[in-house]
């Protein structure tokens, strides 16, 4: 299962989200469109992935995770292959979509909430182990660099669309919903034995109800809010570098093979920061370390956008790499602690409407800034100030108290409805 996970987000870490920095740089060469075109088109995906998320995780607890990969495999590798023909601000635009939405399908959220349901005691690691495909993909990322100076960038990407296809659909066959469906238990531990008790009268064994939470009980929660917007805070510096760390690394001068090597050494360390905080967070508060990883994001922020040497540069790939690896997989862990594994695609998929802001308004930010003014200064010390504001949501994500609601609201059957309680349960 975490092999399985771990496999998929190298390619689509390869070939789609390490990658795409350096696709810009040649389709900005090639056709001279502005960076807010690019920007755009990042966002439209995030948009995509936000709206989508909530149907995304009601289709993963309901049809399984094998399903949505095999799907969005088949979307990422046909949107690769019509990439290689792009050859206008539309097609790019269209093209871009049908990689994104697949690559939603089959990424991130799909094998979290997979690896959820199959851990529980080492969730932490297991998360991080299966993340750290992502960073693979990372530290590979020169050979698609190298493809592009040697091939061209168009049989780049068919190549890429290939692949992806070819690799994708076998690993899906490994990729199980529950233990249960197979006879399996969670974190492979025998069957444990339930306390039972007599029902009254002498009928049948009575099984404790489940605790986890319902879809309407977390988005009641505070704490649901608290994390999703501490995440949001989180990829609005992500999403920024994603789109305009290269071309903001070559604006002070560096090459793209340089920048290609800062992206290796980031991505290299956090490698070490998905495993290293996956061991930490089944033993430490997942999240003080969540609000320290938000610290190190904003430090790094400002390491990148104030250089005025190659060290500073160095030191913001150790900080980002580090922060940005271990947080990742805790705060998908910690989401499960506090909410359990019933809905968790569901839960995961509300969440990604408010997520979905942040990703989208970091690279516009960032772009359309640095179209008005000539560099990324302005833009990513926004970024860094409203980054910042996570570390509170972050500080304040308690473990959520089961809500209830006043007599009214448990009362009138038609105020649960509205606010979702019943029709997402």
């Known amino acids: 299962m975490v092999a399985g996970g771990f496999l998929i987000q190298t390619v689509l870490g390869l070939f789609m989200f390490h990658a795409f920095g350096f696709y810009v740089e040649r389709l900005e060469e090639e056709f001279k469109w502005s960076k807010t075109t690019f920007s755009l088109a990042f966002a439209m995906t995030r948009i995509e ?72 005691r080492k ?66 531990e025998p069957m444990p034995v339930a306390p039972a008790r007599p029902a009254s009268g002498g009928g049948p064994v009575v099984i404790p109800a489940n605790e986890d939470f319902t879809t309407g009980e977390a988005l009641r929660s505070p704490t649901f809010w608290f994390i999703s917007i501490g995440h949001g805070a989180a990829v609005l510096i992500i999403g920024a570098f994603m789109v305009h760390l290269v071309l903001h690394l070559e604006n002070l001068g560096y090459s793209a093979f340089i ?104 690279p516009i930010i960032a772009g359309a800034m640095a179209d008005a003014f000539g560099d990324y200064e302005r833009g990513f010390t926004v970024l860094a100030v409203i980054a910042g504001l996570g570390t509170i949501f972050f500080a304040m994500a308690g473990p959520p108290s089961r809500p209830t609601g006043p007599m009214w609201y448990r009362r009138w059957r038609i105020v649960r409805r509205l606010t979702l309680q019943e029709r997402l349960a």
């Open 123 to 188: 969730r932490s690691l297991a998360l991080g182990l299966m993340s750290a495909g992502f960073s693979v993909g990372g530290l590979l990322v020169f050979l698609v660099v190298l493809a592009m100076d040697e091939f061209g960038w168009r049989a780049t990407s068919l190549v890429a669309g290939v692949v992806i296809f070819v690799v994708g659909q076998v690993v899906a066959t490994f990729i199980h919903h529950r233990p249960e469906d197979r006879g399996e238990t969670i974190d492979g």
């Open 259 to 362: 920048s290609s090597l800062i992206v290796l050494m980031m991505t290299a360390f956090q490698l070490v920061g998905q495993i290293g905080g996956g061991y930490l967070g089944d033993r430490l508060n997942k999240r003080v370390m969540l609000a320290g990883c938000m610290v190190g994001h904003v430090v790094a922020l400002l390491l990148v956008t104030y250089a005025v040497g190659f060290w500073m540069i160095a030191l913001f790939a150790v900080i980002n790499g580090i922060v940005w690896g271990t947080r990742g997989p805790m705060q998908q862990a910690l989401r499960a602690d506090y909410f359990g594994r019933r809905d968790f695609g569901k839960i995961m998929g509300f969440s990604s409407l408010i997520v979905m802001f942040g990703m989208m308004s970091g």
């Open 49 to 120: 992935s936000g709206v989508l998320g909530p149907i995304q995780g009601w289709a993963i607890d309901r049809f399984g995770p094998r399903i949505m990969i095999r799907l969005g495999i088949a979307s990422t590798g046909l949107g690769f292959v019509l990439f290689s023909f792009v050859d206008s601000v539309t097609t790019f635009f269209l093209t871009y979509f049908l990689i994104a939405i697949g690559a939603s399908m089959a990424g991130f959220v799909t094998l979290v909430v997979a690896v959820v349901n199959w851990f529980e």
